[in-house]
């Protein structure tokens, strides 16, 4: 099962959560077949943007992150509730790179840097809340570091890591978010930071069955932490028959009358779960009657 904890420092100002979400990202390859260096892109993003749909109180709210770098992968979007459940694409699924270092994706090089970040923040008011930045590194979690500090003002540490198995499946997922709140001291910044540089690349300590509560206390080691609670996360598509008809009936009559002299029906997959739906010709002209 997948999860995300939520603790706070209790002699700092220091927030933090930490995700398992090998669950979650095995669903993502298996809707979208993808290869090793896309499993670990959109894994990372899944992941962080599960933590960040966690972060929201509007219990209808959502967040989506787009990530466009400009490399071979394409587009990759991701959106969670405010449950931190998450669903989401890649554009070029089947991208296959060389590896750049010994079992180590070259995620950077597939997403590009050439590009941006865009969070949009759907808190249920009139207009989102979106917010831009030029890609770091491509890497995702540097990345996400880079848009809390640049459009939200919060100092942040962002950790993710991906490691695909032999079979393509995937062995293990998770990372970690952490972040100082309005008072944090220096010697605060330098124990975490020294907590970060000890525990080094998150992948190795997923292998081996670490969990995210371990995790943060591990990077954390120099402060007092409190749990606040654990939730369960899991990959989720909201998509249904009367969705689709909604946006058939978006189209507009013209187009609808259109689509049926072209194509006699209707089929609309799903980007995020492939799921299809068919509409016949019949259904599409009652559609194009009510309109």
Do not use: W
């Not at 950077?108 to 970040?117: C, E, H, K, M, R």
């Not at 890497?139 to 003002?153: M, N």
């Amino acid at each position: 099962m997948d999860y995300i904890v939520r603790m706070i420092a209790k002699d700092a100002p220091i927030k933090a959560m930490a995700i398992q979400g090998k669950g979650l990202v095995q669903r993502a390859r298996e809707i979208h077949q993808t290869l090793p260096v896309a499993t670990a892109a959109l894994g990372r993003t899944l992941m962080a943007t599960s933590m960040m749909g966690q972060q929201i109180k509007e219990k209808d709210g959502s967040v989506t992150v787009r990530v466009s770098g400009g490399g071979p992968l394409g587009n990759i979007l991701a959106v969670a509730d405010s449950d931190g459940n998450v669903r989401g694409y890649v554009q070029n699924g089947q991208v296959d790179l060389p590896l750049k270092g010994p079992a180590k994706l070259d995620v950077g090089q597939a997403v590009g840097t050439d590009g941006s970040l865009t969070v949009i923040k759907d808190l249920r008011m009139k207009e989102p809340y979106v917010g831009t930045i030029p890609l770091v590194s491509g890497e995702i979690a540097e990345d996400v570091t880079s848009y809390f500090a640049e459009s939200e003002q919060i100092p942040t540490a962002c950790a993710l890591g991906v490691l695909v198995d032999t079979d393509l499946s995937v062995a293990a997922a998770g990372g970690y978010l952490i972040q100082l709140l309005p008072g944090a001291s220096d010697d605060d910044i330098d124990k975490i930071e020294a907590g970060i540089s000890r525990v080094g690349q998150v992948t190795s300590h997923l292998n081996r069955g670490v969990g995210p509560e371990e995790l943060l206390r591990m990077v954390l080691g120099d402060f007092e932490l409190e749990l606040l609670e654990t939730v369960p996360v899991e990959y989720r598509c909201y998509c249904s028959r009367e969705r689709m008809r909604g946006a058939l009936v978006s189209m507009g009559k013209e187009e609808l009358r259109a689509l049926i002299a072209e194509q006699g029906r209707a089929e609309m997959t799903c980007q995020f779960c492939d799921a299809v739906h068919v509409f016949e010709k019949e259904e599409l002209e009652e559609l194009a009657a009510s309109l």
